[in-house]
């Protein structure tokens, strides 16, 4: 079974819409970490979030981390054209070591 | 912010044979990481290279397999060996860079992928 549990699968939005992608996880997260996706582009870190509660903004994105760090959701406010691609959530669930998983992605598309 | 390069970017091998993929950073990092997205399929952590150490593999990858080196702080190499279809993939790495200071973060950098096809 999947570790990290990403929702949904793919997204299409109008334009000018919000949106929300869940990210959640069985597991302690100890550092969780968001990222885009484009094609021919690679993949571009967003932001991290480490401790419970923490709430990150960076543009029109925003990604919080539950008080249990169990469960973030990023949130795009307004959606633009820009804003497709693949989003995918990462997080390190080892204690005091490096132990990343991953997500399955989350394939945005905003219509103009 | 650590810039990364991979060579190369996309090759066709076949069946049975190597290849070696270089990764590049423009500044000294010390943690490296390797990648592997298969079709379908989330990222997948290879292993861990560390300049002056073994490369620490994840379950599932061994060094037979995957051999790793990692001569300086700047420069990795992956390898995968025997190739089979199955190796078929986007082969990533990424370095992750600590700052300090007030409200100091980790993040992370990503190469812009080889994409691997065996036939």
């Known amino acids: 079974s999947q570790e990290l549990e990403q929702s949904p699968q793919s997204l299409i939005v109008q334009e000018g819409k919000n949106l929300t992608i869940n990210c959640t996880s069985s597991k302690t997260l100890y550092g969780l970490y968001w990222y885009k996706q484009k094609y021919g582009e690679g993949l571009i870190f967003l932001m991290m979030l480490q401790k419970g509660g923490e709430e990150k903004s960076h543009e029109k994105i925003t990604a919080k981390l539950d008080e249990k760090k169990q469960q973030s959701s990023l949130h795009i406010t307004a959606s633009q054209p820009s804003h497709a691609g693949i989003y995918l959530c990462?997080?390190?669930?080892?204690?005091?070591?490096?132990?990343?998983?991953f997500g399955t992605g989350t394939r945005l598309k905003v219509l103009a | 912010s650590a810039v990364i390069s991979q060579k190369p970017s996309r090759d066709i091998c076949q069946r049975g044979t190597s290849l070696t993929i270089q990764c590049q950073v423009d500044s000294q990092v010390t943690m490296m990481f390797w990648y592997r997205q298969q079709p379908g399929q989330s990222l997948t952590l290879i292993a861990t290279?560390?300049?002056?150490?073994?490369?620490?593999?994840e379950s599932g990858f061994v060094i037979d397999k995957f051999p790793i080196s990692r001569p300086n702080l700047t420069f990795s190499t992956l390898t995968v060996s025997n190739m089979s279809p199955e190796d078929s993939s986007i082969y990533l790495c990424?370095?992750?860079?600590?700052?300090f200071g007030t409200g100091g973060s980790d993040e992370q950098f990503f190469g812009p992928g080889t994409r691997l096809t065996v036939l």
């Open positions: 990424s370095v992750e860079e600590a700052y």
């Open positions: 990462g997080a390190d669930i080892g204690s005091g070591t490096y132990k990343y998983i």
């Open positions: 290279a560390n300049q002056g150490s073994e490369a620490t593999y």
